[in-house]
């Protein structure tokens, strides 16, 4: 059972894109939700976290401001808005569930499926 991510694509630099992550026979309302991104020859790190509720969200410092999380629990699908977009955002970006409590490490999530690609270029 795997969580997958789309809405990813091209954007010039200042534009947005909205992600969706949605579950396949997954009940992702159960979880906490983590969107984690990877650029070429980089690690994987962590962008944003909704709870269970909606009502606890953080982003890291590199995309405050910028990025917004929420969740629609009715239609099963966390959303991660991306506005003023940048070249370095440029990554493919994964969603995950919240598996143990703690840290944003990506150890602590799981059901990861295949991310979306985000291109930020002119």
């Known amino acids: 059972v795997q969580l997958q991510a789309s809405g990813g694509g091209l954007v010039q630099p200042g534009g947005s894109l909205r992600l969706s992550c949605v579950d396949s026979?997954?009940?992702?309302?159960?979880?906490?939700i983590g969107w984690f991104r990877q650029a070429p020859g980089k690690e994987r790190e962590w962008v944003s976290y909704i709870s269970i509720t909606g009502g606890d969200k953080d982003y890291a410092d590199s995309v405050k401001g910028r990025f917004t999380v929420s969740r629609d629990d009715a239609k099963k699908t966390v959303f991660l808005q991306l506005d003023s977009l940048k070249p370095e955002d440029t990554a493919v970006y994964y969603c995950?569930?919240?598996?143990?409590?703690?840290?944003?490490?990506?150890?602590?999530?799981?059901?990861w499926g295949q991310g979306t690609q985000v291109t930020v270029s002119s």
């Open positions: 026979g997954y009940d992702l309302t159960y979880y906490g």
């Open positions: 995950a569930a919240q598996y143990y409590m703690g840290s944003y490490s990506a150890d602590n999530f799981g059901s």
